[in-house]
Nanobody
Framework: QVQLVESGGGLVQPGGSLRLSCAAS????????MGWYRQAPGKQRELVAA??????TNYADSVKGRFTISRDNANTVYLQMNSLKSEDTAVYYC???????????????WGQGTQVTVSS
């Protein structure tokens, strides 16, 4: 069993900052990539940022220069969000492509989601 547990969401004023964390646990053999997606009400889920095992990163155009994705050696990925805007309001989901679990297969796993609300 592999699990992703997110933390760090909340309410912040425009221009403020938040840091999201996502920890992967369970029987993990390797992590290929981790990332953050978000889904606003009435909209499709979209990729925000991703990072590979080689630390290559990819960002949505809407967050470039404001958000930074990083990961540590403890199977945790972070999303530092600065200069937040009202349009960043959404449920943020952690995603990871992991080889592990009971049979050692490679699968995509999702966290439960954490709400980020940017409002004055």
């Amino acid at each position: 069993q592999v699990q992703l547990v997110e933390s760090g969401g909340g309410l912040v004023q425009p221009g403020g900052s938040l840091r999201l964390s996502c920890a992967a646990s369970g029987r993990i053999l390797s992590i290929n990539a981790m990332g953050w997606y978000r889904q606003a009400p009435g909209k499709q889920r979209e990729l925000v940022a991703a990072i590979t095992s080689g630390d290559n990163t990819n960002y949505a155009d809407s967050v470039k220069g404001r958000f930074t994705i990083s990961r540590d050696n403890a199977n945790t990925v972070y999303l530092q969000m600065n200069s937040l805007k009202s349009e960043d309001t959404a449920v943020y989901y952690c995603n990871a492509n992991i080889r592990g679990g009971r049979y050692g297969y490679t699968n995509d796993y999702w966290g439960q989601g954490t709400q980020v609300t940017v409002s004055s």
